[in-house]
């Protein structure tokens, strides 16, 4: 067997594209991958130009790249990360992926005969399999990331992102000069409503409340679950007079509330401490803990009520 | 600290080698961009893991990273990163010739990356009767800690590496990107015995 003969068995059984073209764009050879996958004769490819065989080809970029390669004399690549394919071709899963067309890895190589280049051989890499398991794998990461930031009952933020979210208000509010407020609030009397219903009932309660609760915010406001019955919300660019607005929204929406566990109506009410930024604050924790203070305030002055943090602690009387 | 522990005449060598690269590749860049491309000197320096993993850190955030290995004949091989501030990739298209909205930024980056990873280590190569193959070059992702965990998970076992920077300014347009060559210490040594022949020859 000649070298030759070698040479074009082993390219005719090769899982790779091989297109060799001229100078002006006519197809001078191609392997047996790209008979199959175009589904075309040689005689109806061999020859021909290569911007009539695969109309799909983007024309000048296509010339651009091939000008570099000539006039470098280096190769140049193409990668399915930044251009899916080049080439419109069927591929061997497509029952098994999402993906219609080859994704493909393509290499443009210059040929040179007798130290000048006349041909360009182009390889064409079946990527389809690459490309599926690394959307499959962002998905993932994005799944993951999600659920590192939610609280998996309510499915609203959970404490550490939302403590992260805060930090980063804060110290914008605090460079700009801006207002930021904090609100947190506790639901009253939640462990007799798990003594005397059971925690299924509690977990249903805590759901619902954060459903409406959220669905009374803005797009802007953060939400998070502080920590078993306590809520937590940051609105950016807000006053404490618009921060108490919301808050009593929610106080209000959660008093109205009437749910049912196992045929019995339940209701329940809230205690919430409003706080905003002071330009003593150095630290967002400062925040917390005055918002904090306000709310142990409401529950000592009876609950299902408000109580703003300021120099004097002042109370709107359930009403 | 001499590079590579090369001794005066090796570590000369290996200047001049580099530098009648760098003057090559400018000038077929120059032709290729059809415009005229000034360069300095190239400075070379040999850095080792930490302190090129320290001094990516310490730059700016969002810099974007090519790389793209490389291998020839003798054991020479590597992997050649492409570093960019931010503020270099503004209109890379239009010097590289391409139409506007063509191509993504990215793959402009890629594109200018493996142009002057591939020129300069053609005529390198060619300099040392070497022929250079090319693995296609990948956009790590953006971000400084993508780019420190990259370093430190490279498949081989890298001590120092070779930082060749570049700048290039263009008239009308400049960028800068510096370009740093990652060696084993295999490759290494083999790149030695290459200078030794060539020493020996002169």
């Known amino acids: 067997m000649s070298v030759d003969t070698f040479c074009s068995a082993i390219i005719n059984q090769l899982n790779t594209g091989v297109l060799v073209i001229d100078l002006d764009f006519n197809i001078v050879k191609w392997n047996r991958f790209l008979e199959i996958h175009t ?50 071709l069927p591929h061997t899963r497509p029952i098994t992926t999402d993906s219609k067309v080859m994704a493909q890895n393509i290499t443009f ?26 959307s499959m ?22 404490r550490k992102h939302w403590e992260e979210c805060l930090a980063k208000e804060f110290s914008r509010a605090r460079r700009y000069g801006h207002d930021v407020s904090l609100i947190m609030f506790d639901l009253d009397h939640f462990k007799r409503l798990n003594d005397t219903y059971g ?15 959220q669905s009374l915010l803005r797009l802007c406001d953060i939400f998070g679950r502080y920590g078993g019955e306590e809520f937590a919300i940051i609105l950016p660019e807000t006053d404490l007079a618009g921060a108490a607005d919301v808050a009593e929204r929610i106080r209000k929406g959660i008093g109205k509330l009437s749910l049912t566990f196992q045929d019995k109506v339940i209701t329940t009410s809230a205690s919430i401490g409003v706080a905003v930024i002071e330009s003593h604050n150095n630290r967002y924790e400062d925040l917390i803990s005055n918002a904090d203070t306000a709310l142990y305030q409401a529950k000592a002055l009876g609950r299902d009520r408000i109580c703003l943090s300021q120099q004097q602690t002042e109370c709107i009387e359930l009403g | 600290m001499t590079t590579f522990n090369l001794n005066a005449d090796q570590q000369d060598c290996l200047q001049e080698i580099i530098n009648v690269a760098m003057g090559q590749a400018s000038d077929q860049l120059a032709r290729y961009l059809d415009t005229f491309v000034y360069l300095k000197v190239p400075s070379i320096e040999q850095v080792n893991a930490q302190s090129l993993s320290n001094s990516l850190s310490q730059d700016q955030q969002s810099i974007a990273v090519v790389s ?3 291998f020839g004949y003798e054991g020479i091989r590597g992997e050649a990163l492409l570093v960019y501030q931010p503020q270099d990739s503004d209109r890379l298209a239009d010097l590289l010739g391409y139409e506007p909205g063509e191509l993504s930024v990215e793959e402009q980056i890629i594109d200018l990356s493996s142009i002057l990873t591939t020129t300069f280590l053609n005529v390198f190569a060619s300099q040392i009767d070497n022929q250079m193959s090319y693995s296609a070059p990948r956009l790590l992702s953006a971000g400084v800690s993508s780019v420190s965990e990259h370093l430190q998970q490279l498949s081989f076992n890298w001590d120092m590496a070779l930082k060749v920077k570049i700048s290039y300014q263009v008239t009308d347009y400049s960028f800068n990107c510096d370009m740093i060559l990652l060696i084993p210490e295999s490759a290494i040594t083999n790149i030695k015995t290459v200078i030794d022949r060539i020493l020996d020859e002169y």
């Not at chain 1, 296509?62 to 190769?75: D, G, N, W």
């Not at chain 1, 794998?137 to 609203?156: C, F, V």
């Not at chain 1, 925690?199 to 609760?213: F, N, P, R, T, Y």
Request: hydrophobic letters at 40%; a negative charge; aromatic letters at 8%.
């Open chain 1, 39 to 88: 589904n075309k004769k040689p005689e109806n490819a061999i020859g021909k130009c290569l911007f009539s065989t695969f109309p799909e080809l983007p024309q000048k970029w296509f010339e651009r790249k091939v000008a570099s390669v000539v006039q470098l004399k280096s190769p140049s690549f193409c990668s399915w990360e930044q251009r899916h394919h080049l080439f419109n």
């Open chain 1, 109 to 134: 190589l210059p040929i040179e005969t007798q130290g000048v280049i006349e041909h360009i051989c182009i390889l064409i890499e079946d990527v389809t399999d690459v490309c599926h398991y690394q």
């Open chain 1, 137 to 158: 794998l962002r998905q993932t990461l994005d799944e993951l990331a999600l659920a590192n930031r939610i609280d998996g009952l309510t499915q609203i933020f959970n």
């Open chain 1, 199 to 213: 925690h299924q009932c509690g977990d249903m309660v805590l759901m619902e409340i954060a459903k409406l609760s």
């Open chain 2, 68 to 70: 793209q290995g490389f």
